[in-house]
């Protein structure tokens, strides 16, 4: 009976959907792990038209912040996916996140809760095109990687906004090589969504001026992934325009690349970005005490960020996960605030998996991070402390 209904039930999820995209990380591949389904239920799929995921992590965690510990059970991630191959060129891919607000943006009428909803089309083996709400082509290994599994991301890449609706084109020349190309919204809100109600702009020299709004606020992005050495050196780059508001642009790029040995995988990414008006808003943050009491942007900003991180399989079923970030901040034309932040993060992680046929990790995690304000910004340091206790999984129900 028990048998019949979970049968039951997941058929009638299969004939809810309607609407996956086939880009690396991001939770997109397929990881081959046996389905719930397949375990309880002996329901042999014999298809791929539908996959269902539930990707949870919780954690126990103390956390430090200038002196003060505290504790507390934390629910990290909470996301349903569904995705598959309706023929063998049409593909689909849904990804909700449970744990966040579901309120559409006036823009492109999503909520910031979807990360992803789209469609796309295998022309052939060298052409892909996708469509729909999809994760911007950035490069580097963090970007790329499952949100559900980075215990920490990187200043910059914890402040970026990467899901949005838009389309892809893919062309892979050779098999190992990659080059796709992307036109999406700059946000998924209006200006006032995104950056407040009468957004004003303040540049070095303290003069303020009103933010409006773009007639064609879009991304174009450049994408080449590459593969050498029979996969064991890899390649994520990427550059990038955005148009935030009219006659302001933030110009970006990424270059990943990675190491992928049988028991040793280690990446190092570097990410720079240049805005017209702050678009990560970091140094707004930092600097809005300083400003009059309006709601300011700050003008010509820079950001650079380095991320290295290690993976090494020491036993079966054990890794050793270590990472390192350093980054930095400039209001370009300000002296108070030119190169005045550089922010230094380091994690250290001990992950167990328990079971082969089960995409799931037991991890013991310490996550530190300094922050070093120069002198004439006025701003005292920053130092915190993390560690957690807890689990990921990636569940596989169908």
């Known amino acids: 009976m028990k048998k019949s209904l979970l049968s039951a039930c997941l058929l009638c999820i299969a004939l809810m959907v309607k609407a996956q995209g086939g880009n690396t990380g991001m939770g997109g591949d397929d990881d081959g792990y046996q389905s719930l389904a397949e375990r309880l239920a002996k329901v042999e799929k014999k298809h791929d038209m539908l996959s269902i995921y539930i990707d949870y992590a919780a954690s126990a965690q103390a956390s430090d912040a200038e002196g003060s510990w505290q504790t507390r059970f934390a629910n990290r991630e909470l996301r349903l996916e569904l995705k598959g191959n309706l023929t063998d060129k049409l593909f689909y891919r849904l990804r909700h996140r ?34 729909g709400k999809i994760c911007q082509i950035w490069g580097g290994y963090e970007y790329d990687a ?7 991301y990187s200043d910059m890449v914890d402040h970026m ?11 892979k020349p050779l098999p190992t090589q990659e080059i796709a190309l992307m036109v999406s919204d700059a946000n998924n809100g209006t200006l006032e969504e995104t950056y407040g109600e009468n957004p004003v702009l303040v540049d070095g020299q303290g003069n303020y ?3 409006e709004k773009a007639n064609h606020p879009l991304t174009f992005i450049a994408n080449w992934n590459g593969s050498f050495c029979d996969d064991k050196l890899q390649t994520r780059w990427a550059w990038g325009i955005q148009k935030e508001a009219q006659g302001m642009y933030s110009r970006m790029f990424t270059l990943g690349q990675r190491l992928n040995l049988p028991k040793v995988q280690w990446y190092v ?11 990560l808003g970091i140094v707004t943050d930092d600097v809005a005490g300083s400003l009059a009491p309006m709601n300011p942007r700050c003008a010509k900003v820079h950001y650079h960020t380095w991320i290295s991180k290690f993976d090494w399989q020491f036993l079966p079923q054990w890794n050793l996960m270590l990472k390192g970030t350093y980054e930095t901040a400039s209001m370009k034309h ?21 079971d082969k046929t089960q995409n799931l990790r037991v991890f013991l995690t310490y996550i530190g991070k300094h922050i070093d304000f120069s002198k004439s910004s006025l701003l005292g340091q920053v130092n915190t402390n993390r560690i957690e206790l807890g689990f990921m999984y990636r569940i596989k129900c169908y």
Do not use: C
């Open 209 to 211: 001026r009103a933010l």
């Open 269 to 279: 990414d570097y990410m720079a970005e240049f805005d017209d008006m702050d678009r």
């Open 161 to 171: 906004e990467i899901f949005q609706a838009g389309a892809t084109l893919s062309l």
């Open 146 to 152: 499952n949100p559900m599994f980075v215990y920490q």
């Open 334 to 354: 300000s002296e108070q605030f030119s190169n005045y932040r550089k922010s230094y993060g380091w994690i250290g992680a001990l992950e167990y998996y328990p």
């Open 98 to 131: 449970l744990n966040k607000r579901n309120d559409a943006q006036g823009s492109d009428n999503f909520s910031k809760a979807t990360d992803i909803a789209m469609v796309g089309y295998h022309f052939n083996d060298k052409v892909t095109l996708m469509a």
